[in-house]
């Protein structure tokens, strides 16, 4: 059963904002890390923004530090990721990643063994 789902994608334009979610239903306490990854057509997935489940620590790929901000709500089980001043080398399927992995890199996907589906986020 299908246990990360994603909302929150679509089209935009350059310079505008989208909001991402993450729906987890299993328990947090079986996950330390959580992040988004994306991946464009004919490119490998990259690692976008990581968070730490205890305590809060984030992570941002250098592309979109300053523009981009992961957060969480433990209470909902929810992942977020705020996108704003979109450009159009962001377009990507973006995922949302588990992790119950307490050291090693966090934007890395091969740290990841829970994924979601995926959802669509165009810019132009």
């Known amino acids: 059963h299908v246990q990360l789902v994603e909302s929150g994608g679509g089209p935009v334009q350059p310079g505008g904002s989208l909001r991402l979610s993450c729906a987890d239903s299993?328990?947090?306490?079986?996950?330390?890390?959580m992040a988004w990854f994306r991946q464009s057509p004919g490119k490998e997935r990259e690692g976008v923004a990581a968070?730490?489940?205890?305590?809060?620590?984030?992570y941002y790929d250098d592309s979109v530090t300053g523009r981009f901000t992961i957060s969480q709500d433990n209470a909902k089980n929810t992942l977020y990721l705020q996108m704003d001043s979109l450009k159009p080398e962001d377009t990507a399927m973006y995922y949302c990643?588990?992790?119950?992995?307490?050291?090693?890199?966090?934007?890395?996907?091969?740290?990841?063994?829970?994924w979601g589906q995926g959802t669509q986020v165009t810019v132009s």
């Open positions: 990643a588990a992790s119950p992995f307490a050291s090693g890199s966090a934007l890395i996907p091969a740290m990841y063994n829970r």
């Open positions: 299993r328990a947090h306490s079986e996950t330390n890390v």
């Open positions: 968070i730490v489940t205890l305590g809060g620590t984030t």
